[in-house]
């Protein structure tokens, strides 16, 4: 009995001394890998990158290493005190656009949505202005481009709110990136602090605003919340040995996912209910990156994309059917104007190192907007562009 008992407590001393070594070995290294991460030592460089510890699209510390990293100080920010920022066109505050004086008693186009919408093509190249030096369009509409980079559709909504009341029976192409649906989680982006939405029951509550202008103020304020870089590198780094089930697991995927659609779910309603209820005839829009056109749902051509990403379209899918919501999908229309086996994604993006639309792409789709809105209005249809499908 006596030798069992004198047997356990060896085992038992073991088993402490191999976990205090294994702790004090975990500690050691993560002091060592802050301090070369955090120091002012050049061989620690490569160390220095927010996508090795945190998601773009999930994380709010992503965007606070990016600020360390970078140390931006946010001096291409045009400040808003609800909606973040806004672009040049568009003015902080009263949200107004200084093409608007040139509607000129035509039928207004109201075009929301982020950078896709934007468009990084001379203006001549972007939706608006393609539509409206076309003369079958001109003559009875005039599309206001509100699209602003880096927005998710929690901004665009808002902007979608405070400009809508301004226009007499607009369209309204409410657009967003399959990506936004990701961004409305996070509390700040590319360029600084952004408002969110929580969902309380049924309906929204907005929060971070006003949103704090002073950037250096709010990275003391909400600070990294990293506990330990060396298991978030782990975890997050592509070069990380662990099996990709078990990384996902550290990373809280499915967590983070089912907030997303629980926060995009809300908001895409509200959009529609406000649309709905004010009668107006509207478009939900989503583009996608043109890698995605021809690919299997689920899949990313050689592997590119992230595995939080593809859930995007079957949630809008289920989503736009359930609730009858028009819609269009900017990758079906680039399908419809190619073929399978020749289709190069690289020919509808800017450059090889930008893969924003060029020209091409945003040619397609506006002709493919331009049918739709002339059909309904023909058709005298006041409640929406769209008919109920996928188009």
Same mark, same amino acid.
């Given at each position: 009995?006596?030798? $069992?008992d004198?047997?356990r ?12 070594g294994a702790f004090l070995?975990f500690l050691v290294?993560e002091?060592?890998l802050?301090l070369?991460i955090?120091g002012n030592?050049? %061989? /620690? ?5 927010a996508?090795?510890? #945190?998601?773009g699209s ?7 290493l990016v600020?360390?990293? !970078?140390?931006?100080?946010?001096? =291409?920010r045009h400040?808003d005190?609800?909606l ?5 066109r568009? !003015?902080?505050?009263?949200y107004t656009?200084?093409?608007?004086s040139?509607?000129?008693? @035509?039928v207004?186009?109201l075009l929301?949505?982020?950078?896709w919408?934007?468009? &990084?093509t001379?203006s #001549?190249?972007c939706f608006d ?6 003369p079958?369009?001109?003559?009875r509409f005039?599309m206001?481009? %509100?699209g602003i980079s880096?927005y998710?559709?929690d901004?665009?909504f ?8 301004? %226009?007499?029976?607009?369209?309204v192409i409410f657009?967003f990136?399959?990506d936004? &649906?990701? @961004?409305?989680v &996070?509390?700040?982006r590319?360029?600084g602090?952004?408002?969110?939405f929580n969902v309380k029951?049924?309906?929204?509550e907005?929060?971070g605003?006003?949103?704090e202008e002073?950037?250096?103020?709010? %990275?003391? *304020?909400?600070?990294?919340?990293i506990? !330990?870089?060396l ?5 997050f780094?592509v ?6 089930w078990?990384k996902?697991f550290?990373r /809280?995927?499915? =967590?983070?996912?089912?907030k997303?659609?629980e ?5 895409l309603?509200? #959009?529609e $209910?406000?649309?709905?209820k @004010?009668g107006?005839?509207?478009l939900?829009l989503v583009f996608? =990156?043109t890698?995605?056109?021809?690919q299997p749902p /689920?899949d ?5 994309? @992230? =595995?939080t990403?593809?859930?995007h ?9 359930d609730r009858?919501i028009p819609?269009m ?16 994604? *690289?020919?509808?993006t &800017?450059n090889?190192?930008?893969? $924003?639309?060029?020209?091409l792409?945003?040619r397609l789709?506006?002709?493919?907007l331009l049918?739709?809105?002339? #059909?309904e209005t023909?058709?005298?249809n006041?409640s929406s ?5 996928s188009?």
């Open positions: 009995m006596q030798q $069992h004198s047997v407590k060896r085992l038992i001393l073991w088993l402490a001394l191999v976990t205090l070995a290294t002091l060592c802050r070369m955090f030592f050049q %061989f /620690g460089q490569f160390l220095r990158h996508s090795f510890y #945190a998601d999930s994380d709010d510390d992503y965007w606070k600020y360390l990293f !970078s140390s931006r100080n946010g001096s =291409e400040y005190r609800l973040g920022w806004v672009n040049h568009i !003015s902080a505050c009263y656009h200084p093409k608007e040139e509607i000129d008693g @035509r207004p186009v929301y949505g982020d950078s919408a934007e468009c &990084l001379p #001549a190249q202005g393609i539509l409206n030096s076309d079958r369009f001109r003559k005039y206001i481009n %509100f880096a998710g559709v901004q665009i808002l902007l979608y709110q405070a400009t809508v009341d301004r %226009f007499q029976n607009p369209i657009s990136l399959d936004d &649906l990701d @961004r409305s &996070l509390h700040l590319d360029f602090p952004k408002p969110f029951g049924t309906s929204l907005l929060n605003t006003p949103v002073d950037l250096s103020r709010f %990275f003391d *304020q909400h600070p990294v919340q506990w !330990s870089y298991y978030r590198m782990a975890s780094c070069k990380s040995p662990l099996p990709g078990l996902a550290m /809280g995927d499915r =967590e983070k996912v089912k997303k659609k926060v995009a779910r809300a908001i309603l509200s #959009a $209910h406000d649309l709905r @004010r107006l005839r509207h939900f996608e =990156e890698f995605k056109a021809w /689920g990313f051509l050689n592997g590119v994309g @992230r =595995e990403a593809r859930w379209k079957p949630f809008l899918e289920d989503l736009f059917a009858g819609h999908w900017a990758t079906k229309v680039i399908e419809q104007n190619t073929e399978k086996l020749s289709y190069d994604w *690289q020919k509808f &800017l090889p190192r930008n893969n $924003h639309p060029n020209y792409y945003n789709v506006a002709e493919q049918h739709r809105i002339l #059909a023909a058709a005298g006041n562009t769209a008919r109920q499908t188009d």
